[in-house]
């Protein structure tokens, strides 16, 4: 049985600048001694009906085809739209982040052929103190020519990949999401956690 921590460090972000302030949200209890619980998880198959409590996988479709509730369903009412290419180092297939954006929906799509990549996600709870259990989290393999779309709050971490040493996304979110609408829980703080995902899938 999982046992919860008495400490919860959290991200929240400063209108003025672009760092993460931490705050404190429970009693203070020291971590550094604490050792390192690693928790699998396995990689769920990648199913419109997998991936809708947190989103929608969207692939071609084509030219003519006229809008429906199969094309991405976005909010991006509440800001100026962002629409940029990103290049990430690989991290590897391990965290200890996660976190949600409660005022956009978000696009990604990997740019690097032929290369997958992972993406961790949880249902939207609308608090940092109400993260994710290790049960509620889904990780899904996402292939070059597809993107994904996650709901307003869907938690989520990634992209993951271990190879190439970087590879280019396309983002869509607005254009201050990572200054005022990054709200992150971090496990490793929380409770002295780390997460493998292990790919066992064809």
Not at 25 to 54: C, D, G, H, Y
Not at 68 to 84: C, H, I, K, M, S
Not at 143 to 150: D, N, V
Request: net charge neutral; with cysteine; glycine share 6%.
């Amino acid at each position: 049985m999982l046992t919860c921590c008495k400490r919860a460090l959290i991200h929240r972000f400063d209108n003025r600048r672009t760092r993460p302030v931490l705050a404190r949200a429970e009693a203070n209890v020291s971590t550094e001694s604490r050792p390192l619980k690693q928790i699998t998880l396995k990689v769920t198959p990648l199913t419109p009906e997998n991936i809708k409590p947190f989103g929608q996988i969207i692939s071609s479709s084509d030219d003519g085809k006229l809008f429906d509730q199969e094309d991405a369903q976005l909010v991006l009412n509440q800001g100026t739209p962002r629409f940029y290419i990103m290049r990430l180092p690989a991290r590897g297939l391990r965290f200890h982040r996660i976190t949600y954006h409660g005022k956009v929906t978000q696009c990604l799509g990997g740019l690097t052929p032929p290369h997958s990549w992972y993406m961790a996600l949880a249902a939207p709870s609308g608090s940092l103190e109400r993260f994710p259990r290790p049960e509620d989290i889904r990780v899904f393999r996402i292939p070059f020519g597809s993107f994904i779309k996650m709901e307003v709050g869907t938690w989520h971490a990634g992209p993951l990949f271990a190879e190439p040493e970087a590879m280019d996304f396309y983002n869509l979110e607005l254009s201050d999401t990572n200054v005022t609408d990054h709200n992150t829980h971090d496990y490793r703080r929380h409770s002295g956690t780390e997460f493998l995902v292990v790919d066992e899938l064809p």
